[in-house]
């Protein structure tokens, strides 16, 4: 699996919307994780993870979103994934994660997560 | 036979990989790419059949195409060959030309490679290896006709034990793991033998709590509970007090039995 890069849109002050890419594996997890935690300390409290361009997601990718997920719900916020595809979907699923993490189908219903919490 | 590639700027895919014919299409393929700019053209109505070792030239075409920055395009793909190089993820690589009477996406034939009930690889534990040998596990798997879902649980079957021999197995000894495959009637059969320290995965607990990771960052073990949650029956053998052998079996939801 070869990484790739993330792109970032600010939504707002408190809104990061980052597009994951096409892999998050054991090779650039921490990537994510570093991206994740900076974003978190520059006071983004919502990280909105759209992963409409993910085809792979190895455990560590998971791991990457478990581990950072803790300081965004602290500060009142939430890490959103959009746009995941049935695959990506389906780990989610065989860990049981889909109702522990913020799942939603798309970019918009993402956005209104973080300005309702609904 | 020669190809003049004065005179003709398509060179055609053969029919049969065979040593002499992969050797001629390459020579063809440098000589085309030595000369004059211009995008190369590849003729693939020859492919009848579409196994591994045509997914491979097509690769390593695409690789001397690029180095010279050449583009390359497919002529008269088929639907089995568009198919099977969506599903390893390499279409984007090319430019495609459905053979006539065959658009894009159009899928009317249940089996893509030709079928190989066996597959073994030595892997040497690096990154760039365990890649390699995921594009030749899932070439090996193109061939049973088997759903996109298995295919990626397969997939990912492969690389979390891969990746935690990488991680574990190779901070040891440094070297490599041999992965072999079986088909019998309609399982796949997957065994990993690597020569670390005994490590019995099916001991590991099979459920997650997500608090508890979170509260203690849970490094690892994921992987395998991905595992355990996508094969149908796992089991290990520590042999000759010097091997672990995982054994992984997962059925799969194809049209005929392997013979």
């Known amino acids: ?118 | 036979m020669p190809f003049d590639a004065k005179t003709n700027d398509i060179i055609p895919v053969p029919g049969e990989i065979t040593n002499d014919s992969g050797r001629d299409f390459f020579e063809n393929l440098k000589t085309l790419v030595s000369g004059s700019g211009g995008p190369i053209n590849i003729d693939c109505s020859a492919m009848k059949m579409v196994t591994s070792n045509h997914v491979s030239i097509l690769w390593q075409a695409r690789d001397i195409c690029a180095g010279a920055n050449r583009e390359i395009h497919l002529l008269s793909a088929s639907q089995n060959l568009i198919r099977v190089l969506k599903m390893m993820d390499l279409a984007d690589l090319f430019n495609i030309h459905p053979a006539e009477g065959n658009p894009m996406g159009e899928i009317t034939q249940t089996f893509l490679l030709a079928p190989q009930n066996n597959f073994s690889a030595d892997i040497d534990l690096s990154v760039e290896n365990i890649n390699r040998a995921m594009i030749k596990f899932l070439e090996y798997l193109a061939g049973f006709g088997i759903s996109e879902r298995i295919t990626f649980e397969l997939q990912t079957v492969f690389y979390e034990i891969a990746t935690n021999l990488r991680i574990h197995v190779g901070r040891q000894c440094g070297n490599s793991f041999k992965f072999m495959t079986t088909c019998a009637s309609d399982k796949l059969i997957m065994r990993f033998v690597d020569s670390g320290h005994s490590f019995d995965p099916t001991k590991v607990p099979n459920h997650l709590n997500p608090d508890m990771a979170i509260m203690t960052k849970q490094q690892g073990g994921l992987g395998l509970i991905m595992v355990k949650r996508m094969i149908d029956r796992m089991s290990y053998e520590r042999k000759n007090g010097c091997l672990n052998i995982l054994t992984l079996e997962k059925k799969l939801d194809i049209s005929h039995e392997c013979q």
């Open chain 1, 1 to 118: 699996m070869s990484a790739n890069e993330l792109s970032f849109k600010i939504i707002n002050d408190d809104t990061l919307l980052i597009n994951s890419g096409r892999v998050i594996d054991n090779n650039n997890a921490h990537e994510m994780v570093d991206t994740i935690s900076t974003a978190q300390k520059k006071g983004y409290k919502n990280i909105i993870l759209d992963m409409s361009q993910m085809e792979f997601i190895s455990s560590a990718g998971v791991g990457s979103i478990l581990g950072t997920i803790e300081s965004s719900r602290e500060a009142g916020g939430d890490i959103i994934i959009c746009n995941a595809s049935d695959n990506i979907l389906h780990i989610f699923r065989v860990l049981d994660l889909t109702d522990y993490l913020t799942i939603k189908n798309n970019t918009a219903e993402a956005l209104d997560h973080c300005k309702t919490g609904t």
